[in-house]
């Protein structure tokens, strides 16, 4: 069978190793996810989107995976630096609609 | 340099004193929306608006008002603020239903 992901609240990484943020959505007729970055002090921050006709996409340093049929999300993060320590949502929209529904979100800290 | 900003940023006040926090966007955006963020229970969509004049509540309306008078701006009101409405809130805009929202960078309200 495929595995999933577990969406863990705190995620602690060593400098310069990959990181793995997973999340799971709750509606199956949502067609656009968004992973944040929200800093202390700041408001949320883009990374990176996804659309359902999708399956993976990359950025810079990012990657993200969709797996509808488990309805998953993940964020990779390559070479983890200690800029990227913070709090990770993912969220998620369907088509014409106004909402955002945010995950619970995870923080990761980097370890130098 | 594209924004949402918010003022104010902190504000510490008493039960039943009306309060408004601005929030203004130069992006051209059409859609706008305020969310409050609660240890716990992530980002929550308070009101959200489509364009000028058009407004609609989103999961926890109730305690606020919203206006959408311009195109940039898009105030929260809160006619007789209580302690539970002391939060973390964020303005959000954007130019799409599948585009990704900007966030201002909060305002932290203590209602005592």
């Known amino acids: 069978g495929e595995s999933v992901g577990l969406h863990l609240p705190t995620l602690s990484v060593q400098e310069g190793d990959n990181s793995i943020i997973n999340c799971a959505y709750s509606n199956s007729a949502s067609d656009y996810f968004i992973w944040y970055k929200q800093e202390s002090g700041k408001g949320p921050q883009f990374i990176i989107d996804i659309r359902s006709n999708m399956d993976k996409r990359q950025g810079q340093r990012v990657t993200v995976l969709l797996n509808k049929t488990v309805k998953h999300l993940s964020l990779q993060i390559a070479a983890t630096q200690p800029g990227d320590s913070a709090v990770y949502f993912c969220?998620?929209?369907?088509?014409?609609?106004?909402?955002?529904?945010f995950g619970a979100g995870t923080t990761v800290t980097v370890r130098a | 340099e594209a924004q949402v900003t918010q003022n104010p940023r902190y504000l510490i006040t008493v039960t039943g004193k009306k309060l408004t926090v601005t929030c203004s966007q130069n992006?051209?955006?059409?859609?706008m929306s305020w969310y409050r963020q609660d240890p716990g229970l992530g980002l929550r969509q308070i009101y959200y608006s489509m364009n000028v004049e058009v407004t609609d509540k989103g999961d926890v309306p109730e305690g606020y008002k919203v206006s959408r008078k311009e195109k940039r701006n898009f105030p929260l009101i809160l006619e007789s603020p209580s302690p539970n409405q002391t939060s973390l809130y964020f303005c959000a805009s954007w130019g799409t239903g599948d585009q990704p929202q900007h966030f201002g960078d909060g305002t932290r309200l203590s209602i005592l």
């Open positions: 969220a998620e929209n369907k088509e014409n609609d106004y909402k955002l529904s």
């Open positions: 992006m051209n955006h059409e859609y």
